[in-house]
């Protein structure tokens, strides 16, 4: 049965196939609006989220499906200490699908091992968040008209922005992408997608410490905001939370095609006078993101049940008691879950749940 739970999990045909579908939506939403009619979805947002869980409601609304889930774990059985798998076991004999929002990273991946019905992950910690990607995909498609040939620049949080990660993993499969990664040094891109995504397939990618030096080269600034619930360390956080602020005189050396993208929350990394610049296109963004749910939801649907469309195949895992992952936000480190690791390409052993090195 095909999930989602990392961008990886879609073939480029079927992520293609996802935004052309959404791009149908938005064109003629009369014809899907009883396409969910009798389906329900559960959302199981086990950490705090506005957009993704009311984009999620809204799209299955639009549908004609219904909505069931909760949004605070402390109402749910989770308090009472139940595991995601048992949790997914139960609320599979109610749903046809369910949305995952979880701080623990690996947890919608741990519960597609016993679900019976598709599992969306709708950000895991720090980890992925590939229903943000579908979105930015879709948003640089309709902003510029293409996703290829793209220079994109990823600004703030690189180290825990769930977002980027899960883009930059998706855009390797396109032609012609440039990464410009834009961060201070203690909010740098985590090495697993350095080297396990851009490296690997010869994206070409560089990393400096000003938006300035390279603002005339973007087609795409993505901007983020300094994800204050991932660090451990509050100085830290205190120390970068304010790196890098977009305002209007420094969009002046920016393309005149340029498109601004932003997951939301916005904190203060863009200012509100550049919310009425023509490039701004975050608001469009979230708009979007209601579309390609719509588009997700009604293709996980069709799949379902198609053998041609599982999940991809996979190099079975190595399992090893004496290893262990070092990530403590990892499910491997919170519920029991077996301890297993994924050998990459080029040697390095990488946590199956988390893609945490391991030493
Ligand atoms: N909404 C995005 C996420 O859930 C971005 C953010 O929270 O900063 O990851």
Known sequence: MKHLIDPMDLTKQETDEIITLAQDIIAHRERYQGSMAHKKLATLFYEPSTRTRLSFTSAMMELGGQVLGFSNPQNASVSKGETVQDTVRVVGCFADIIAMRHPIEGAPLVATEVSRVPIINAGDGSHSHPTQTLTDLLTIKRELGHIDNITIGFCGDLRFGRTVHSLIKALSRYEGIKVILIAPQE??????????????????YREVETMEEVMPELDVLYMTRVQKERFLDEDEFDRVKDSFVLDCARLAHAKEKMAILHPLPRVNEILTEVDSDPRAAYFRQVENGKFVREALIVKLMEWKNDPEHGMPDEEPPVVDPELHCPNRKCICNNEHAPHKFRKTENGVLRCWYCDSKIK
Do not use: A, N, S
């Open 187 to 204: 909010l740098k891109l985590p090495d697993y997608i350095k080297q396990d995504v851009c490296e690997r397939t010869g994206i070409p």
